[in-house]
């Protein structure tokens, strides 16, 4: 643990135009998960009517609840403008350099907190390349992992897969949802699977589930 550096659990959720969010079965979860293995206070019971409050009426909400390790809790909501297609994606070790791969040890990835150094760069890289909406990234052994801001599927032989955490990966909440939905699986993938893969498609708590073209193969 990197002291004050993972104090602060994140969730960035969609509410739609009527104030709903549908995966908050899945954001709380993971949000109470995260608290407890971390030793975070306790998430307030209270907590989803607060979120909610905050959505705009009338339109889609990107809604970013912040929880600190004494309780704090900061929920602030802005316009969600809807998802460029089709999107990019591109490998993290292309436009970054061979040392952007994650360490599948690093326990801190199967938490969502604002502290986050394996993709600094990546960020950085992003707000300078607007026409990609993520680098992905594989581990040390060369295994698919994650993207910066989104869990990674690729298809095979009509099966929808995605890594499984133990190889560095955030248990995003849509994936969370998905698995529950029986519409894909978890397999061990490398990045020869995704450059054959039959499509590729993106997720997370903000935009959902959808199609990319990864660039560079």
Known sequence: MEGARADVLIETLMADAKGTIAAWPWHAARLAHSAA????????RDVHARVVAQALPGQASRIRLLFARDGGLVVEAAPLDPLALPARARLARQALGPHAVLDSGEPLLRHKLTYRPW?????????????????????????LCEGSRTNV????????????LSAGCLPGTQRAALLAQGRVRVARLT????????????????RGWFDVEVAGF
Do not use: I, M
Not at 119 to 143: I, K, M, P, V
Not at 191 to 206: F, P
């Open 37 to 44: 293995a971390l030793g975070f206070a306790t998430v307030p």
């Open 119 to 143: 993709y600094d760069e990546a960020t950085a890289w992003l707000a300078q390349h607007r026409t990609d909406f993520d680098l992905l990234f594989a581990n040390e052994r060369g295994e």
């Open 153 to 164: 599927y690729v298809k095979q032989d009509g099966v929808w897969l995605t890594p499984d």
């Open 191 to 206: 990045l020869n699977d995704l450059r054959e893969a039959q499509a590729t498609r993106l997720s997370n708590g903000l």
